[in-house]
T-cell receptor, first 111, second 120 residues
Framework: DAKTTQPNSMESNEEEPVHLPCNHS???????IHWYRQLPSQGPEYVIHGLTSNVNNRMASLAIAEDRKSSTLILHRATLRDAAVYYC????????????FGEGTQLTVNP | GAVVSQHPSRVICKSGTSVKIECRSL??????MFWYRQFPKQSLMLMAT?????????EQGVEKDKFLINHASLTLSTLTVTSAHPEDSSFYIC????????????????FGAGTRLSVL
């Protein structure tokens, strides 16, 4: 499976932007970059996904590097409800397009 | 967004009994559904992929005779844990995929709220 590397944890203050990095140096041309998050004792929640261009939706923005070897999930104004584990996942055709979860980044939001 | 409903949210059973967990996609048809398991303080582990009308594909190390998966319709998949033992106690999460484009990776995957199984 194509691997991603994320920091184990990050902290932010409420109402400030948060930039969550992800490295995926082995990405290939058809691999999509997906982000999901999981709040405690809940199932994961879709955040955003993209292929080459930057993406925006109501939850977040996804900035993809020009060489596609890294990406950044941007939460524009963190709230306490954004405290969760964030997973950056490469979806590759060679692995059957599975969503394979790594350890993710634990985001703490301080009031 | 679309909703995946999972039931029950919690089940406690005696060792040796079987437990069925249901997963429904409420407002879209899911050709492909997934079952994950999560132990405390660990990440999600994919157990199996089920395609409507065909046999499930199990990940390496997952016993197909113990974890029976049925995906009989485009909106319903079930996981039955047969002859449950204490080591099967875990958080089970189902998921359904909704493709938003024609390419393989262009989808949104929706997750149920999970079922916490405790086997005594």
């Amino acid at each position: 499976d194509a691997k991603t590397t994320q920091p184990n944890s990050m902290e932010s203050n409420e109402e400030e932007p948060v930039h969550l990095p992800c490295n995926h140096s082995t990405i290939s041309g058809t691999d999509y970059i997906h982000w999901y998050r999981q709040l405690p004792s809940q199932g994961p929640e879709y955040v955003i996904h993209g292929l080459t261009s930057n993406v925006n939706n109501r939850m977040a923005s996804l900035a993809i590097a020009e060489d596609r070897k890294s990406s950044t999930l941007i939460l524009h104004r963190a709230t306490l409800r954004d405290a969760a584990v964030y997973y950056c996942i490469l979806v590759t055709e060679t692995s059957g397009s599975r969503l394979t979860f790594g350890e993710g980044t634990q985001l703490t939001v301080n009031p | 967004g679309a909703v995946v409903s999972q039931h029950p949210s919690r089940v406690i059973c005696k060792s040796g009994t079987s437990v069925k967990i249901e997963c429904r996609s409420l407002d879209f048809q899911a050709t492909t559904m997934f079952w994950y398991r999560q132990f405390p303080k660990q990440s999600l582990m994919l157990m199996a992929t089920s395609n409507e009308g065909s046999k499930a594909t199990y990940e390496q190390g997952v016993e197909k005779d113990k974890f029976l998966i049925n995906h009989a319709s485009l909106t319903l998949s079930t996981l039955t844990v047969t002859s449950a033992h204490p080591e099967d106690s875990s958080f089970y999460i189902c998921s359904a995929r909704d493709y938003v484009g024609w390419t393989e990776g262009n989808f949104i995957q929706y997750f149920g709220a999970g079922t916490r199984l405790s086997v005594l």
